[in-house]
């Protein structure tokens, strides 16, 4: 896997997002070496859709948030939004651009300064950008509120650590939203919370897109998750894209080794169901700092074989909509699948 | 790596944010001192504040007649008795309280304020700034402070006596009480500079401070919004611990023979001057020493409760 | 050893701008360096014959700094030309008193703080643990020249056993071990209160998250006595912290050094700065502060490195580099 390439990138003009080759790295002290955290990825996101990044921890797709976001600056690569390059602006120039594109955290206690008042914290992004007047901001910030649920009155008068993890979670939403932005990038945004929670956290995060017409980018490690709520998902390993393909398409039959370990490790919510034998990973993820040449994921994979350790894949496309970067899929997208994983049957 | 490496004075040195909290231990006891804290700390600034206007208070620099060579002992009319010259030690306890206290709470405000703004560039943006501004506060804690603190008041005499002149202005207005100030000042600096950098390393990494960027805030903002607040607990708490600190190295420098002029007063001068002769009369060396160690020990207190307060955990000064 | 070199590196540099710092602050208000050198009131002819001496006296500062440096660290340390006598004699004849105090300091505070705080984590919350701590934050509240007084008045004029104010004088243990205690004891306990006032409170702290921690219960499940669990296990593991502390403590502990020696005796390298200090005899001050500098640089330097061979963090940090 671990493939460059941007077959995958659409030519619509209905494109909100498109990343192209971004790379991000950061130096190990002053050794001279550099973690490479994200290697070389390219992503497109269309108006109106929501578009799921999986991985596991430490493959890069939070600083591909963060990255995009400007925070901070990729070492290179393009980041094209709503027809603006960003990563050639000035600082002051992105600053303004960027308020149409926000940011929705994983931590819901550490997203909140605990020193603020909710309400304050909320209307903060009006006070920065001088939003109309006191009066007009106090409106937008408690329609806002009321919107994702948190009474007005209570927010005015507490502090973060007076809510709940989930309650924190709709405050940052909030203060996302009053810019009125165009994209929202989720980064884990519900795996701090309960089970419980997260899907009260998902149906508000769906509403309020199908109200405010937003766009949604999806960074979670559950696939499960991100499986409900994504039109499209993208599956990252190690800094580079594996497997682009439509949600359903991507979970019924996965063409990439890794894509298939991932959905293999989905718990199975039925006792009687056989574990998949076939589907199986070696070892833990090598370092970043130090990646494995060739496919970044040839030492873990069980199909590897020498080329896999030379040539590094590029995406390539097997069905529409469907990319995968390797060298060997378990399918080209014509055949019948031959290993899937349980929840093939979605 | 570097952040996570113990810097010159060790890892301690730093304040965790979030401590581990001290559980219940001596619920009790805390509130119980620091109402004694408080309590002491206002009676004496009452004294210190209308020292001229209480009729019992006389004055410090005044010889009483028939009361030299430390003829009174503590009674109801001199009640920490008289010194060698026949001063009234209560009197010279009073005004030397007001000395050292100016002298140490002016000097921590001044190390607050720079040691504020320095510890949170250097915590924030790092690079070469952190590493030029750490070496100096990594040197000015490497050496005791105190030789360091007489050095710099001696030259500040030297300087008073010179002809110098900067900007046409002499130095002679420049007396030991400003020396000492200025010297505290920039030793304050270093440790609150060390314990703020700390923090805002640890604070800066906080989604918080990237969900303020990400919404477009300036530096500035995000340092004055979102940073200094979370700051500030910490500093409360490292104010009157600094100030205890202060206040003792007060003492000790005084005791080296860099106080204020005499007549003037100050504890730890009171205490040089008398120590020598503490067996025939303990009252004029042993007043000054209990009312330093009330007053450190209200500071330290009242520090302490706030860092418990607000779970700040600090291993040095 | 990469990391050790970057440590040492940071502590060079350390050691520079502490001795240019002394330097141009000993040059603050005066006008005539070489008068300085030569020790404040004497003849145009000493002064000509520092000039000849040192004729880098006129050049700038850094200039200056260098000469310095390059002679300290050739060992050309030079003499006070006011008391007529070389800066190594001056070492040879102050030092060991310096240097029996701190180390007795540091001796006695181990041996207050590391049965108290270890018995007080222990027996956490109980009598002793309230008393000790209450104590602890008492003796933390006294400034070193208050302990000095009481210990004056409370031991030294009560009982006839020790050297009055100012009268101790140095004695080697080896010479007389006696009249080595009579003389070392009251200043050493002067700063030892404190330090082990400190380090009691620090190891208990340490101690009682030592002894919630799973390796204590595993050793505890294991079934180690609770004794040895105490004394080897726990105690072992906060060794660290308190090695950190003695090291972070060193400055302080050579600045209270210096207040102890000018109140008890005996005369050491404190004693010598302060009558430097006061005739501004340049080469001295910055001798005894530039040693005083290679001390606590040396021993935080030390315990940096025990830390990288203890703690798998910097050494996993230091493998990486």
């Known amino acids: ?346 | ?317 | 050893m990469r990391y050790a070199a970057q440590r040492l590196v940071q502590f060079v540099l350390v050691f520079v701008v502490v001795t240019f710092i002394v330097m141009v602050a000993t040059r603050i208000g005066s006008d005539d360096p070489a008068r300085d050198l030569a020790g404040g009131l004497v003849s145009d002819a000493q002064i000509e014959q520092v000039k000849q001496d040192y004729p880098y006296l006129d050049k700038p500062l850094v200039v200056q700094y260098g000469y310095w440096l390059k002679d300290f660290v050739t060992g050309e340390w030079g003499k006070s030309y006011a008391a007529s006598e070389t800066v190594v004699d001056m070492f040879q004849q102050r030092m060991p008193s310096t240097a029996f105090i701190a180390f007795w300091a540091v001796v006695l505070g181990l041996l207050i703080a590391v049965p108290i705080g270890v018995y007080a984590a222990y027996r956490r919350d109980r009598a002793f643990d309230r008393v000790s701590g209450f104590s602890s934050f008492g003796v933390i509240s006294m400034p070193p020249l208050v302990i000095a007084v009481l210990l004056l008045y409370l031991v030294v004029v009560r009982y006839g056993v020790f050297p009055t104010v100012g009268r101790s004088r140095y004695v080697a243990p080896w010479d007389n071990p006696i009249e080595h205690f009579k003389n070392f004891f009251i200043p050493a306990l002067t700063l030892g209160l404190g330090l082990g006032a400190v380090w009691s409170r620090l190891l208990r702290a340490d101690m009682i998250l030592t002894l919630q921690s799973d390796a204590v219960m595993m050793a505890r499940a294991k079934g180690i006595s609770p004794q040895r669990v105490l004394w080897v296990h726990a105690l072992r593991a906060s060794i660290l912290s308190l090695m950190t502390s003695v090291a972070l403590q060193m400055s302080a502990l050579l600045g209270g050094a210096v207040v102890a020696e000018q109140f008890f005796g005996p005369k050491g390298l404190g004693e010598r700065l302060l009558i430097a200090l006061q005739q501004n005899d340049l080469l001295i001050i910055q001798a005894i502060t530039a040693i005083i500098t290679v001390f606590v640089v040396f021993a935080n330097f030390l315990v940096d490195l025990l830390y990288a061979v203890v703690d798998p963090r910097i050494r996993l940090a230091r493998t990486l580099g």
Request: proline residues 6%.
């Open chain 1, 1 to 346: 896997m671990a493939g460059t390439g941007k077959a995958h990138l659409s030519d619509d003009g209905d494109v909100l997002l498109r990343v192209e080759d971004l790379v991000v790295e950061f130096p190990v002290g002053r050794t001279g070496l550099v973690v490479n955290a994200v290697s070389g990825i390219s992503l497109d996101v269309r108006t109106g859709e929501t578009l799921g990044l999986v991985g596991e921890s430490g493959c890069g797709k939070s600083t591909t948030g963060r990255a995009i976001m400007q925070l901070p600056r990729p070492t290179s690569g393009s980041v094209t939004f709503e027809g603006r390059q960003l990563t050639t602006m000035s600082t002051s120039d992105m600053r303004e651009a960027r308020t149409r594109m926000q940011m929705i955290f994983q931590d819901p206690i550490s997203s909140l300064n605990p020193r603020r008042k909710v309400r304050d914290i909320v209307m903060e992004p009006l006070n920065i950008w001088k939003r109309g007047t006191a009066p007009e901001r106090g409106d937008v910030v408690d329609r806002t509120l009321e919107e994702v649920g948190i009474d007005p009155m209570r927010a005015a008068e507490s502090q973060p650590h007076q809510f709940s993890g989930g309650q924190c979670q709709r405050i940052s939403i909030a203060r996302s939203l009053v810019l009125d932005p165009s994209l929202i990038i989720c980064d884990e945004p519900v795996s701090a919370l309960d089970v419980s929670v997260q899907a009260q956290v998902l149906n508000l995060l769906e509403d309020l897109k199908a109200r405010h017409g937003l766009t949604l980018m999806f960074i979670a490690h559950d696939l499960a998750v991100v499986k409900n709520i994504s039109d499209r998902v993208a599956v990252m390993y190690l800094g580079k894209l594996c497997e682009v393909a439509p949600s359903d398409e991507l979970y019924r039959i996965p063409a990439h080794p890794y894509t298939n370990v991932l959905l293999a490790s989905i718990p199975v919510p039925d006792p009687s169901a056989q574990p998949a034998a076939v589907v199986e990973v070696i070892g833990e993820p090598p370092s970043p700092v130090l990646p494995p040449a060739g496919c970044r994921f040839h030492p873990r994979c069980s199909n590897a074989q020498d080329r896999c350790r030379q040539e590094e894949p590029q995406l390539r496309s097997i069905g529409p909509g469907h990319f995968v970067a390797c060298h060997f899929p378990v399918h080209d997208g014509t055949e019948a699948v031959a290993v899937r994983a349980p929840v093939s049957s979605n």
């Open chain 2, 1 to 317: 790596m570097a952040e996570t490496l113990p810097s010159i004075t060790g890892t301690t040195a730093a304040i965790a944010p979030v401590g581990v909290a001290e559980p219940t231990r001596r619920r009790r006891l805390p509130s119980l001192g620091v109402g004694f804290g408080v309590l002491w700390l206002a009676t004496l600034v009452i004294l210190t504040v209308f020292a001229g206007n209480l009729p019992f208070v006389r004055l410090p620099t005044q010889a009483v007649n028939g009361a030299s060579n430390y003829a009174l002992g503590p009674s109801s009319d001199f009640w920490f008795g008289s010194d060698r010259l026949g001063r009234d030690v209560f009197a010279r306890c009073v005004y030397g309280a007001r000395i050292s206290l100016i002298i140490a709470v002016s000097s921590i405000v001044v190390g607050l304020l720079v040691g504020t703004a320095l510890g949170m560039i250097c915590g924030y943006f790092r690079g070469w700034i952190d590493r030029f501004i750490s070496v100096f506060v990594d040197a000015l804690l490497a050496f005791p402070a105190i030789i360091f603190a007489a050095l710099l008041v001696g030259r500040a005499k030297a300087l008073r006596q010179s002809e110098i002149e900067v900007l046409g202005f002499g130095f002679g207005w420049f007396n030991n009480t400003w020396a000492i100030s200025a010297v505290f000042s920039l030793l304050a600096i270093a440790p609150i500079t060390r314990i703020v950098r700390a923090q805002t390393l640890s604070l800066s990494q906080r989604e918080y401070v990237l969900a303020a960027r990400s919404l477009g805030a300036r530096t500035p903002r995000v340092l004055l919004r979102e940073i200094l607040p979370n700051v500030v607990p910490a500093l409360v708490s490292v104010m009157f611990t600094g100030v205890a600190i202060l206040l003792a190295a007060e003492a000790g420098l005084a005791f080296l023979g860099y106080s204020v002029e005499p007549p003037k007063a100050s504890w730890g001068l009171m205490v040089t001057e008398n120590r020598e002769f503490i067996e025939e009369a303990w009252w004029a060396t042993l007043f000054p020493c209990v009312m330093l160690f009330l007053t450190v020990l209200s500071f330290n207190l009242i520090g302490d409760r706030v860092a418990r307060r607000f779970d700040v955990r600090e291993a040095a000064l």
